[in-house]
């Protein structure tokens, strides 16, 4: 099958929203398809310049080369097509829930609700001509849901290729592998050391945007005098390697502010059979990490964490017990390429 | 700096300006300090109608992210960016000079008109905003002149891999390597093979047609010089065409009026092999010159032959001009470094 | 009735303008009624040093604030438009970046427009826009032609509609052709109007009786058709005096004199310009309002208002807004045949002054009923909802539009109607 995967995206910046689309791809070639990657550059910074740019998306002529599409990250589901599946990894948040939050670009105002009422009337019309409607995760199927009345099904992007990830002995460093920015909260995980009683390690594998915000948990490690039992690789790894450092982990350590789905690096540690440990409002990682089954839930303050991650070092047979957990509860989900494939295609 | 290339795609076809998109990531990518991607808006022309859609969705990106963009083809160059650098790969010569040699989808009625006026429009504002414009030839450059009233620097497609093309010992055999099909006139060189007698010639390359590589079989068993001509007529691994060209006494190029110099000239001359061209081969002669960094005859079986047996009979002056052919290429700077270092001034 | 509104309102805010005279009176009613007004003030030069009306928030001018504010910032952005450069001409470029509620005050603004040409603001896109608007025949060179063709050919209202997020008329006259250019809702709404207090009670008609015009005495008040009514008729011109309150250019003020001995009826009598405190005291010894106007350049016409409520029958050219009062309230006449009707309704009213004298009284009702700031204030409120409603879209198709626009793509390609119909797909506004 000829298949177009469409997706804008903000030029040079990875995570979650670029690995579902390539590895997609990869899959459905080793399934046999033909697919081409469209990325549209295309950002939110200017809320007048939205419907300008949803307008080019659905402008887009697909329908002549693709027998099926399948759309990601907003606004491509609003392209035309009449195989469209829309696999809805999140909205333009800002004018959904985070509506009324700090986080709203524009006043609220009669002329900003009106673009808001707007954006919400064409994703919900987009959604509702589309031939499937997937999301990423309960949270944001709850969202599809609330906001735009849209019933969907839950798709857990699984990771590119799990059985790069192996389970060796359990070592003494928790393994935090994601973009490093101040959402992300890498900042908690090096201030939790401070409070730590074990000598449990800490390493933070990841590029960042802000070179200040690596500075500032270097200088943060140095200050807290934890600088021995913590590193920091600011840079990207390679698959290889975030499966070499996860075999000999400790444990997974993400801790997001209201993140849309459980995270890839939930997964890929559940994989390693490592769990994770997290905070409750690290947003669609808890539908993943239930506390005590497959990972520690701490509140998000360092003592807390740093109570976690001693609990795991003392007591190894917690981690690997936890760490099996979280490997069962990952093909319990059905989170694996063939079942992904399957229902993308139907 | 942030470099995001931009360029159009039509979904499942790949070519040169696809391969040339790849290695310039690449290359701009082992520059330090440099992080790039490129990315591809598709892109359909029919009905010409339709191209005034295609021209506002290129408009209408919004590009964040980025230091600079380099577009490479119509409509992508539209995008609006403070910072844009235009590679000029592609107009959409359908509304230029392939219009007026009646080579277009576009009307030649008032309609037609219409639609040439906005992408003339569209264009210029796009080259009025480009704080530099490159094309690939002097032909690209002379079209954008002559239609749109804009300079352009020339700046060639480098080797992707020089590398591969050291040179080497002299084989004895004078290569036509690059596509086979009636443009590039590898049929001239068989039938010049009854003149140059003893001259071995390699043919490699990937027949345009299937009808192609029967024809040029046919010819060589016409003119009886199957004994002399080997014909390796697919698409060589690159491996395997640099260890033709590396071996080669001369290499034979004879394109019709090309835009530009040509792969195979650059991977001959790289290689330090001097090349055989015609007066008539265009963009090649910007570098191929007789008696300097190779031979330049008439069209003609008579003319070919007769060179080639000189190049044969002199191996001493093929080196020659082989060592020359390489310093010239050489001064001419083409290089994926020189190449990215002028797009990033 | 309705949640507190932030409204920014765009305007002149100066003691000269009739517009900011109306402006201070919606402003007003908007903040009795508790929303949150900031005035932006539109004059250019030294009219910007005149000092501001009184307001109940604060005033500051349009040139300094940012569009991207007035368009975010506040839940509805008013700009009223008046066919006058210093009073107005600042909102010219902000209505470039920035599709707000315009509210109309004239048909014809193409003396606004002329104004930006000369003050150097928009040379260049005179020629595109005259083109775009009116057609590829209308160059700007020269921009101004004599008032009744540049009424004819290139009034300008349907440039300024054409930018609007939506649109507010005092009439319907030109309401049609607002709603055939403007991309958002057009609405009429009767022009609130509060000068002229306090007109004293007309008096018995006696054996003179005085005819006035009001305002500036050009030939657009068609004084001319006035003596030649008088000409025409006995019983006119031995009782009928006319007075023009007003400013006139000397030439004029010859031109009528002149005309006047030529048709052998009595010279018109001169006030000069009249300030508003000594306005009653005019109007005190006025039998007979004289609305007359031909070509309509205005909206809505606040000296037809002012007249309407001092309770004297109004002499009105049957066309524009003058039009539009109920039969029966005004005393019309077709345009083209003024002076035969101004004659045959004076010589009734000389012969019988109770008919008129009871229309007059009913006028003044309507128009003290129609014209308030309460009415237009009901009516703004509820049209701004409808405008706001429809602003993203709006807002959307011109942005897409004016990149259309730089391909070079006249307004009226096909490709434009794709285009929109491509966005109302996307926005389901379809149908």
New interface residues.
Partial sequence: M?I?LVSS?????GGGGRFIVDWLREKLEEHGH?V?T????????????I??????F?????Q???ERVVTFRPPSH?VRHPRKVVWFIHHIRVFYDLWDTPYRP??D????R??R???I??D???LREAHRVFTNSRVVGDRLRRFNGVDSEVLYPPVLRPELFASGDHGDEIVCVCRVEGHKRQHLLVEAMRHTRTPVRLRLCGVGTSAEYVRSLRRAAAEGGVADRVVVEDRWITEEEKAARLEHALAAAYVPFDEDSYGFPTIEAAHARRCTVTVPDSGGVTEFVQDGVTGLVAEPEPRALAEAFDRLHSDRALARRLGANAAERVSELGIDWGAVVGKLLA | M?V?V?ST????VRGGAEELCDHLVRNLRLRRGV???A????F?WDPAE?LV?EM??AR???????DRLIPLKFPAYL?PHPNKVLWLLHQYRQAYDLFDAGQSNIGTDARGDALRAMIRTADDRAFREARRIFTLSPTGADRLRRYNGFGAEILPQPLNDPELFPGGEAGGYVLASGRVGLGKRQHLLVRAMRHAPGLRLVVAGPPDRPEDADDLRRLAAEEGVEDRLTLDLRFLPRADLARLVNGATAVAYLPFDEDSVGYVTMEAFHAGKPVLTTSDAGGVLEIVRDGETGVVCEPTPEALGAALSALAAEPARAARLGRDARALLASRGITWPATIEKLLA | MTAP??IAWAGPWNARSAIAAFGGLVVAELAARGHEVEVFRTETGELLDLPPRPAPGPVSPLAGAPPETL???????VVNLGDHYGHHGAAIPVLLRTPALLVFHDAFLANLFNGWIVAGGGGAAAGPALSAVYGAGETPDPFLLPLEEMAARRPMLEWFAALAGGAVAHANHYARRLRSVCPGPVEVIPLAFGGGAAVPPPREVGPEVVVATIGHINRNKRVADMLRAMADSEPLRERVRYRLIGPVEPAERAALGDLARSLGVPEPEFTGWVDDADMPRHLAAVDVMCCLRNPVLEGASASLILAMRSGRPVLVSDHGPYAEVPDGLVLKCRPGHEATDVRLHLEALLADPAPARATAEQARAYAEETFTAGRYVDGLLAH??RV??????V??AM??GR?LAGFGMPPDDPAGRR?AD??D????RRG
Avoid: C, W
């Fill in positions: 000829k177009g995206a903000v030029p040079l910046i033909q081409e469209v990325y549209v550059p295309s950002n939110e910074i200017v809320p007048e310049a419907l300008p740019q949803m307008a080019a659905r402008m887009m002529r697909l002549d080369y693709f609003v524009v006043p105002r009669a002329t900003q009106a673009l009422a707007a954006i009337r064409a919900t019309a987009a | 942030k995001l931009l795609m039509v979904p499942f992080e790039a991607e990315m591809r808006i598709p359909t339709g859609e506002l969705i209408s990106l919004g590009i964040f992210n980025v995008a | 509104r932030r368009a975010r910032d506040y839940d509805a952005f701004i909802d706001t409603e429809h602003l993203p879209a807002r959307a942005d897409l990149t285009v491509a966005l797909d996307l926005l389901d």
